[in-house]
């Protein structure tokens, strides 16, 4: 197919400032293409060099707005109608506003106007024109990077939107806003990095070819730091460049019998020289990554996400500064996973623990690990099939933390390491809860094109023809109808391309439509062989004839459901599960889980068969996996157990996953609870039948703890009951007695001639009993405010000496009547408090009341005021009947008096040390209480904090 160019190189201008750089750069870039591109070259401005026949850019002339327009126009059109083209243009760009006031971009020629671009060629133009185009391929290069003012980006990208349409259709220029452009004493910075890109050196070694996916992915590389941002539109095949001779031409000697097909495990770097189809791809993340630091890949089940990364960008990241890190996935644990790609640079017990701690407990953690890490080499980690942390069972706040310490490496200024995760499309609302994954993944993410065209004729051929083999075209045609048909068909064509060369023609060395039909197509082949396998020992035989055991097939359909994870509706994934937990299904019987073994991984089990693989974690232990998600779909008899039992399956994983939470952390608050137990209980007896022992006796612990729980409960709930009682026969009998006394007095006053002496202890005993009677009511309603929140204080700046010494006239009286002495020791200068002086007074008179009230005749209370750091302490302490033990947490809680052995002894209600807590409370401030036990005396203690600001000062 012929392949036209045409390259302008603009040195002369009317209105700008001459760039006789440009012409050299275009004459360069002209020269390269006609003598390594195999490009037939229009230079513009041209001038004939008579003794060489041929047409080379000048600087002599000037080039019109008219003449390039009429030109680009008959080389789109007309000349290179059908044919590869490149368009390369060295020169000013500008803005320039348009009649409406809009700014517009375009091309500056010879003759053109700054103010209006007159004469220039517009953005939207030659936009235009590109779109009216029916060529092959056509590549541009824009180098409008020299002394003039930069193009911003996103101006760029909207006004060329027809490459983000047409297929094979690629733009490579540079731009940077609010920056002017810049030039080197040889040209164009942009042009400059151009030439290296296309330079042998850069060329692949075995075909000697050099891309447009190659040249912007060295470009991107070489322009860091360059001042320019480079910018790629375009998408569809790899187009070729230049050609140099091979340094190591590939040639097939003879047939090879390995098979280059991977069936339903994913490329990898080992297997790299047989993945095709994905080079444009590759070259997208790892122009990412030369920008950005963290690279969500996303596409969906099956789309190949592993391969590119295993196979595709690491193999080519080899060849760079980058060092990689081995992949992980997050499983259940994602946080030792992390740990574990970080192990080799902390070695030793002691920086274990180190690395560890920065893992699980430091706030910047990924920061501080980094500073741990060689300074020399830029370090990549890659998370392959990060939907494992939503589904593998980790909690919430392990999710959390794994997602914020790989988010954190945007936040590293300079960071030497960078992070690329893949992810199944339809995990993308779960990333919704997490913004800082949110927004990495809406600014950063490569989504996986669908493999067609040319790319899928790769994937097919291109593995066959490197062990000296064919594929019928017939056959190619065939899988092209068939994948239109299959979602997320790429393992299902890896399947059947891998028993495709099973059958292949020995003869012809060839893989036909024949056998292809013979297998019933895509999603045919694998259903095939996974029935196959399912049903016989001897599968791998054209006709098998040894049957499965009932048991064995039981046995298979167990592993492959515990296997699965349930989502909601017909929503599953596959899940990753310890060999020891599948060998549960077996029961405890050594012989039973030996056949189970043989089963999964002998010489007729269902590793060998292509349905699991297994492997071992980072402590050795052995795991078992579905080899693909596929299986789910295209295997029918999978697809019919998944619709089976659905919510007790979603139970199962649920149960599942709170035993492991309980094996990090096994104390009782950690076993099941709530409606969780609720449905274990409801189901138990299906439940139990498809859960390990293990896990069985988790769930009768659970069941265990709860029933111990509710049973302290409704113990707590019946001495409640006994205790209202008690409260209220004390309640009726505190009120009753003052009440009996002043009707007592009242009657006798009203119906008998006392003495004057008699009538005063008459009146003063009414009195008494009216203030005991007022001060009942008075606690009640105080803790009705309380537990209403209606408690008002009138703030101001306390002098608690004062309140004090207020406090202890008020009880002196019931002291000296029971010969008890008050001890007072007050620090004269207390620092003052914010409060309420009269509810502060309650405090002590409460307090206070309690220690003579609790004090037998001849006993001692003693009040102390002192400062204590940023508060001052009051304390109460008395030579009294003291606290039970066992009695001392629940002094604080309201109608729990400690009466003793008879109830009615000391009176009250037991309402005014709950009082005393509420008030302390409100004040900001702590109270607690002391005693070391029966006719130990009490001791208590009030905190308040100290006035951090002046009052009505």
Not at 460 to 466: D, G, Y
Request: hydrophobic share 40%; with cysteine.
């Amino acid at each position: 197919m012929p392949r036209y160019a045409l390259v302008i190189g603009i040195a002369k201008y009317d209105n700008f400032t001459n760039l006789p750089k440009a012409v050299n750069d275009a004459e360069k870039i002209a020269e390269l293409l006609r003598e390594h591109g195999r490009f037939d070259v229009q230079p513009l401005p041209g001038k004939l060099i008579e003794s060489e026949n041929r047409w080379q850019v000048t600087p002599d002339k000037k080039l019109t707005g008219k003449e390039l327009g009429q030109t680009l126009r008959t080389f789109l059109l007309e000349k290179a109608k059908g044919s590869e083209a490149l368009i390369y243009f060295a020169g000013h760009g500008f803005e320039a506003l348009s009649l409406t006031g809009e700014p517009e971009g375009f091309l500056a020629t010879s003759d053109c106007h700054k103010v209006d671009g007159q004469n220039a060629i517009a953005f939207d133009d030659l936009n235009t024109l590109i779109a009216k185009s029916q060529l092959s391929s056509l590549v541009v290069l824009l180098d409008c990077c020299y002394a003039g003012s930069f193009l911003e980006k996103s101006f760029i990208k909207s006004g060329f939107s027809v490459f983000n349409s047409k297929q094979d259709y690629s733009l490579i220029t540079a731009s940077r806003a609010f920056e002017r452009a810049r030039e080197d004493t040889e040209g164009g910075i942009f042009t400059k990095a151009i030439l290296k890109g296309l330079a042998e050196d850069k060329a692949d070694e075995a075909t000697g070819e050099i891309n447009v996916n190659d040249l912007i992915s060295f470009i991107s590389r070489e322009l860091k730091q360059s001042g320019q941002e480079p910018i790629y539109m375009g998408g569809g095949r790899s187009i070729p460049l230049v050609w140099y001779p091979p340094k190591n031409l590939v040639v097939i000697t003879k047939v090879l019998d390995e098979c280059p097909y991977r069936g339903l495990e994913a490329f990898d770097k080992q297997h790299a020289k047989f993945f095709f189809g994905r080079k444009k791809v590759v070259n997208d993340i790892q122009q990412k990554l030369d920008l950005a630091n963290f690279v969500p890949i996303i596409g969906a089940s099956g789309s190949g996400k592993s391969s590119v990364v295993r196979a595709g960008l690491i193999p080519q990241l080899d060849d760079s500064e980058w060092q990689v890190l081995e992949p992980i996935k997050p499983g259940f644990e994602p946080l030792i996973k992390l740990r574990g790609a970080f192990q080799q640079f902390f070695p030793g017990a002691r920086k274990e623990k180190q690395l560890k701690d920065l893992i699980d407990n430091e706030q910047n953690g990924l920061s501080a690990i980094l500073e741990n890490l060689p300074s020399s080499v830029k370090l990549l980690l890659v998370v392959d099939q990060f939907e494992e942390v939503f589904t593998g069972g980790a909690s919430q706040q392990e999710k959390q933390r794994f997602i914020d310490l790989l988010t954190q490496v945007v936040e590293i200024t300079d960071s030497r390491l960078a992070v690329v995760i893949t992810m199944r499309a339809d995990f993308l609302e779960l990333c919704l809860q997490y913004p800082s994954l949110t927004q990495l993944i809406q600014t950063q993410a490569v989504y996986m094109p669908p493999l067609t065209g040319v790319d899928l004729k790769d994937t097919i051929a291109e593995p066959a023809k490197l062990q000296g083999h064919t594929v019928e075209e017939r056959l190619i045609l065939k899988i092209f109808e068939d994948v239109k048909q299959e979602p997320g068909f790429l393992p299902l064509l890896e399947f059947a391309l891998t028993k495709l060369w099973e059958k292949r023609d020995q003869e012809k060395h060839q893989l036909t439509l024949e056998q292809y039909e013979k297998l019933e197509g895509l999603a045919g082949a694998l259903n095939l062989h996974a029935q196959k396998v399912y049903n016989y020992q001897d599968f791998e035989e054209e006709s098998p004839t040894q049957q499965r055991t009932q048991q064995e097939e039981e046995w298979i359909r167990l592993i492959f459901l515990r296997l699965l994870r349930t989502g909601e509706a017909e929503k599953d994934t596959r899940q990753r599960q310890a060999k020891a937990t599948i060998l549960n299904i077996a029961g405890n019987d050594p012989n039973q889980q030996q056949q189970l073994s043989e089963l999964i991984d002998g010489e007729a089990g269902l590793v060998k068969g292509r349905l699991l693989v297994t492997g071992k974690d980072e402590k050795g232990e052995a795991w078992i996996d579905l080899a693909h998600e596929a299986l789910m779909e295209a295997w029918e008899q999978f697809a019919e157990w998944r619709k089976e039992n659905r919510p007790l399956r979603r139970l199962i994983n649920l149960v599942e996953d709170a035993f492991q939470e309980w094996i990090k952390n096994p104390q009782d608050e950690n076993l099941m609870m709530g409606r969780l137990l609720y449905q274990v209980r409801k189901q138990w007896q299906e439940l139990k039948l498809n859960i390990s022992p293990t896990v069985v006796i988790f769930c009768q612990e659970s069941i265990d703890a709860e029933r111990t729980h509710n049973q302290m409960l409704r113990s707590e709930a019946e001495k409640a009951s006994r205790m209202k009682d008690q409260f209220l026969g004390v309640l009726s009998h505190e009120l009753k007695t003052p009440i009996n006394a002043i009707l007592g007095w009242s009657k006798l006053l009203q119906s008998r001639n006392f003495s004057e002496t008699q009538t005063t202890k008459a009146l003063e005993t009414i009195e008494r009993n009216a203030k005991l009677q007022a001060q009942l009511i008075e606690d009640l309603m105080d803790i009705s405010r309380i537990t209403r929140g209606q408690m008002l204080l009138n703030v101001g700046t306390c002098d608690l000496v004062s309140i004090i010494e207020a406090a202890i006239d008020t009880v002196r009286l019931a002291a000296e009547a029971k010969n008890i002495q008050i001890q007072v020791m007050l620090d004269p200068n207390p620092d003052a408090v914010l409060g309420d002086s009269a509810r502060l007074q309650q405090v002590i008179w409460n307090l206070l009341s309690n220690a003579i009230k609790f004090t037998s005749q001849g006993g001692r209370v003693q009040i102390s005021l002192q400062n204590i750091d940023s508060h001052v302490a009051i304390t109460v302490k008395d030579t009294g009947m003291g606290i039970r033990p066992d009695f001392l947490p629940y002094i604080f809680e309201q109608f729990r008096p400690e009466y003793s052995s008879n109830p009615r002894r000391y009176g009250g209600l037991g309402l005014g040390l709950a009082i005393v807590r509420q008030l302390v409370q409100l004040h900001g401030g702590s109270v607690s209480g002391e005693s070391l036990g029966e006719g130990q005396g009490a001791t208590f203690i009030v905190n308040l904090p100290i006035k951090a600001v002046n009052v009505g000062e």
